[in-house]
């Protein structure tokens, strides 16, 4: 049985890796500072070693006491922490950082490993914590995992786009289950063809487990559903496994400003088509799950949470309002 470390591990894209690593057959640690509940804390296979990932002392005390051969990096957020990462860690077996789609400075439709440019990384932005400038840090740690395998380290990195599924604590789906499991009206922003392709979670966890194993030093891999919805479709989807009917309602930004708001008031919209190719990634041997099972779990989790994701999106009287100036067109 290998021995892995998870750097997070208990709240969303962490919690569905040591799953993973579990059903593999690996001994599993979490590494984290214990602020979030550890839904493993009962689990023989799996450790928890309380430390801050920013405490390079702490991260090479837990690399000593565990040995780990496989590392598995949820949280490194700043540039920095991936370079101190991928220094105490060059003589494992693998190094995987999680990164994201937002790491690419252009919109290619599709958006590929090595071919799509990267956003550039000012210090004053590598410092930063603000939403605006993470893509440019993590753009700028997949930068350092390029350099640390030049090193010999065994780093990769794994660019999810937006993630979903069980236990997502950002709620951005939520928001669009829970209109379609209230109301029979749903207002869609612009003609609902918008296309920001998402990825499920499990797939993610299965991405990182798969590069740790199969991947090369020093590559990136794209990770996103093979079928990419549309924002339509996804609600369509929604309400099919809610087992509901719901009515779409297209509003452009002139209707929409009737009651304050714009396309970009609602979770999920993007106005430029977000693809990446994940073909890179299907030649280790990795699948997709497919949409309809995705979404189905999906749903299944939402209706035994309490999440409604009703703080990312409008007010439900907000949409009202246009969808009465809709009404009178």
């Known amino acids: 049985m290998q021995s892995a470390l998870v750097v997070g591990g208990t709240r969303f894209i962490g919690r569905h890796t040591v ?45 000593r006491e565990v040995e780990p051969a496989v590392v598995i990096d949820c949280v490194a957020y700043q540039p920095r922490d991936v370079r101190k990462a991928t220094e105490i860690f060059a003589d494992v077996e ?15 439709v599709p958006k590929r490993e090595g071919v799509t440019p990267l956003r550039e990384c000012s210090a004053d932005q590598a410092a930063d914590d603000s939403p605006e400038t993470y893509g440019n840090r993590k753009a700028e740690g997949d930068r350092m995992v390029f350099r640390a395998a030049e090193r010999g380290a065994p780093a990769m990195a794994v660019r999810p786009t937006v993630v979903y599924g069980p236990h997502d604590y950002s709620e951005r789906l939520d928001y669009w289950l829970h209109r379609v499991n209230e109301y029979d009206e749903v207002v869609v922003p612009g003609d609902g063809t918008n296309l920001w392709q998402r990825v499920y979670v ?14 090369t030093p020093g590559e990136a891999y794209n990770v996103g559903d093979r079928n990419a919805l549309t924002l339509e479709d996804t609600v ?8 509901t ?20 008031s609602f979770p999920l919209y ?3 088509p ?16 497919p949409v309809e099972e995705a979404m189905a779990r999906t749903v299944s989790d939402h209706r035994d949470a309490d999440r409604t994701g009703e703080s990312e999106g409008p007010e439900r009287a907000a949409e009202e309002t246009v969808i009465g100036v ?4």
């Open 202 to 215: 499990e797939d993610v966890a299965s991405a990182l487990r798969v590069v740790a194993e199969e991947g």
């Open 19 to 63: 799953a993973e690593l579990l059903e593999h057959d690996y001994r599993v640690t979490v590494f984290n500072r214990g602020e979030h509940a550890n839904p493993f804390s009962d689990h023989p296979d799996v450790h928890h070693y309380e430390g801050d990932r920013a405490n390079d002392r702490e991260l090479l005390a837990a690399k």
């Open 245 to 264: 009917e719901v009515d779409i309602v297209h509003a452009s930004d002139r209707e929409l400003s009737t009651a304050g708001l714009s396309l970009g």
């Open 94 to 108: 693998a190094y995987v950082y999680v990164s994201s789609g937002a790491s690419y400075a252009v919109d290619d």
């Open 326 to 329: 809709l009404e009178t067109i």
């Open 274 to 289: 977000h693809l990446l190719d994940t073909h890179k990634l299907e030649a280790l041997g990795w699948e997709s799950t």
């Open 236 to 243: 369509e989807l929604a309400a099919d496994c809610l087992d």
């Open 270 to 272: 993007r106005p430029a």
